[in-house]
């Protein structure tokens, strides 16, 4: 499995890529490789909304599941990757890069400091 160093993870599968005070999030490679083919990604919330770390923000529709998709850390939704509307298929082929979920301004950025490193991820998907 990718598991990029310079990110943060949680233990529901997301990641969280930070630019300044911007995060991008999406799900990991493992994630997505236990989803199995990714048909629709549908996402409940749009720009300006506000949401809290631990929130339900979508869900991640595959070929034979459906799961919710956990917001790793709190802010205000800057963008949602409208790519992914038409080509779903994103979050399998690239999970890090375009197939990115939603991108935040962070509102508590020592919240980062609750999630995983690469090697913390790693040791939790091990078990």
Do not use: C
């Amino acid at each position: 499995m990718n598991t990029p160093k310079e990110l943060k993870y949680s233990k529901d599968h997301e990641w969280v890529r930070v630019e300044g005070n911007t995060a991008f999030i999406g799900i990991t490679d493992f994630a997505q490789d236990q989803l199995g083919d990714i048909v629709y990604v549908d996402i409940s919330t749009e720009e300006g909304d506000e949401i809290a770390a631990g929130d339900i923000f979508g869900s991640i529709e595959a070929v034979k599941t459906v799961s919710d998709l956990f917001m790793p850390v709190s802010g205000t939704v800057t963008e949602v990757n409208e790519l992914l509307d038409a080509e779903p298929e994103k979050v399998n082929s690239d999970p890090y890069g375009d197939g990115w979920i939603i991108k935040i301004e962070l509102s508590d950025a020592t919240e980062l400091d609750q999630l995983l490193d690469a090697d913390g991820y790693n040791s939790e998907i091990a078990d």
